[in-house]
C-alpha cells in the first residue's frame, strides 16, 4: 500500500514535471528504485533458498548414495538367480509365529499347574517357552531352507533341534519323578507330562515349519529387495522436498516482481494522465518498455530423480497441498520493498 502510495504522488508529480523526457530511454528514478528493492528483496529469498537448498542436497547426495548401493545389490542377486523373491511380505509368517508363542504359553500354563508347580514358577517358565521355543523355530526352519552350507551349519543346527527337543523331554521326566515321589497318582503325572511334551514338540515343528514356508530359498535376495525398498522412499521424498522448497521461493519472488510492474505500471498511468493536462500527449520511450527486473535462477546444480518429480507434481495437485517444514518460515510481501 505504502508503495501504491509512492507511485500515485511521483507519478503525479513527475508528470506535472514532464519527467521522464519524451526522448528518454532511461527508465524514471521512481521505477528504477522500485525495481532496485524488488531485486534486493529476490535475492534475499534466493539467498535464503540457496541455504536450505544445500542442506537438503547434502541429504539427497547421502540417500542417494544408500539408494544406488541397496538397487545394485538387489539387481546383481535378481540377475544372478534369474527371478525375484518368492517372499512378498513376512507379516503373515510374524502373525503365525505369535500365535504359536501364545498357544506355548497357553498350554504350559495349563501343564505347569497340572504338575503342581506354585504361580511364579509356572508364569516364569511359560514365558520362557512362550519366547523361547518360536525362536528357535524360527532360526531352525530358516536355516533349513537355506541349506546347510559348512562344517559349522551341520553341527550346530541339529544340536539346535536336539537340545530343544532333548531338554523339553529332560525337564518333563525330572518333574514326573519328583511329583510322582510326593504320593500323587502316577497315571495322571504321566498323561500329564507327556501332553506337555507333545504340545511343545508340535508346536515346535509348526513353528520350524512355518519358518521354512516363509522364506526364500536363497538367503540375500528378500534382504536386499527389502533394503532397496527401505532406501527408496527416503531418497525420492528428499528429492519432493527440494523441488516442494523450491518452487515456493520461486513463486515468492514472482509475486515480488509481479507487485513491482504493478507499482512501476500505476506510476506510469498516473504520470500519462498529468501530462495529458499539461498538454504534454506523448508518450516517454521508457514507457513503452517492460520493466526489467532480474530474478536469479532457481535451477538445481544437479538434477533431480524423476520419481521425486513424479511425486511432487502428484502431490501439488491434491487438494490438500503437501507442504514443507519450509511453511513455517516468514513469507515475502510487496511491502517488503520499502526496507
Known amino acids: ?9 511521483y507519478g503525479r508529480r513527475d508528470g506535472i514535471l514532464g519527467m521522464p523526457p519524451r526522448d528518454e530511454e532511461t527508465p524514471a528514478p521512481f521505477e528504477q528504485r522500485v525495481c532496485a528493492a524488488a531485486e534486493r528483496t529476490v535475492s534475499a529469498i534466493h539467498r535464503k533458498w540457496k541455504a536450505k537448498d544445500a542442506r537438503l542436497s547434502g541429504e539427497n547426495r547421502d540417500r542417494e548414495d544408500v539408494f544406488k548401493r541397496a538397487f545394485k545389490n538387489y539387481e546383481t542377486k535378481r540377475s544372478e538367480l ?5 517372499v512378498g511380505t513376512m507379516l503373515p509368517y510374524y502373525f503365525i509365529l505369535l500365535l504359536i508363542g501364545i498357544c506355548e504359553f497357553a498350554v504350559n500354563i495349563v501343564v505347569f499347574r497340572i504338575l503342581g508347580e506354585n504361580t511364579v514358577f509356572t508364569g516364569l517358565m511359560a514365558i520362557v517357552i512362550f519366547i523361547g521355543l518360536p525362536l528357535v523355530g524360527h532360526h531352525v526352519g530358516k536355516s533349513l531352507k537355506h541349506g546347510w552350507q559348512s562344517l559349522t551349519d551341520w553341527i550346530l543346527y541339529p544340536v539346535e533341534i536336539i537340545i530343544t527337543a532333548g531338554g523339553l523331554i529332560a525337564f518333563a521326566v525330572v518333574r514326573r519323578d519328583y511329583i510322582a515321589n510326593t504320593g500323587q497318582n502316577f497315571l495322571s503325572i504321566n498323561v500329564a507330562v507327556w501332553t506337555f511334551i507333545a504340545l511343545n514338540l508340535l508346536l515346535f515343528v509348526g513353528a520350524v515349519v512355518a519358518s521354512y514356508m516363509a522364506h526364500d530359498k536363497d538367503p540375500d535376495i528378500y534382504r536386499f ?19 516442494a522448497w523450491r518452487d515456493k521461493m520461486k513463486g515468492h519472488a514472482e509475486e515480488i ?3 513491482a510492474r504493478t507499482i512501476i505500471m500505476l506510476y506510469r498511468d498516473h504520470n500519462m494522465r498529468r501530462r495529458m493536462k499539461a498538454s504534454l500527449k506523448e508518450m516517454p ?3 513503452k518498455r ?10 538445481f546444480e544437479e538434477a533431480v530423480s524423476e ?11 491434491l487438494p490438500a497441498a503437501w507442504t514443507p517444514e519450509s511453511d513455517k518460515e516468514v513469507s515475502y510481501e510487496t511491502k517488503d520493498y520499502m526496507r
Open 285 to 287: 520511450i521508457s514507457f
Open 307 to 317: 520419481q521425486a518429480q513424479e511425486k511432487w507434481n502428484y502431490e501439488s495437485e
Open 290 to 299: 517492460e520493466p526489467i527486473i532480474n530474478i536469479p535462477s532457481f535451477e
Open 1 to 9: 500500500m505504502f508503495w501504491k502510495l509512492k507511485a500515485w504522488y
Open 82 to 86: 534369474g527371478r525375484d523373491t518368492t
Open 225 to 243: 529387495k527389502k533394503r532397496y525398498e527401505q532406501t527408496q522412499k527416503p531418497y525420492h521424498d528428499i528429492g519432493a522436498r527440494r523441488l
Open 257 to 259: 516482481k509481479n507487485s
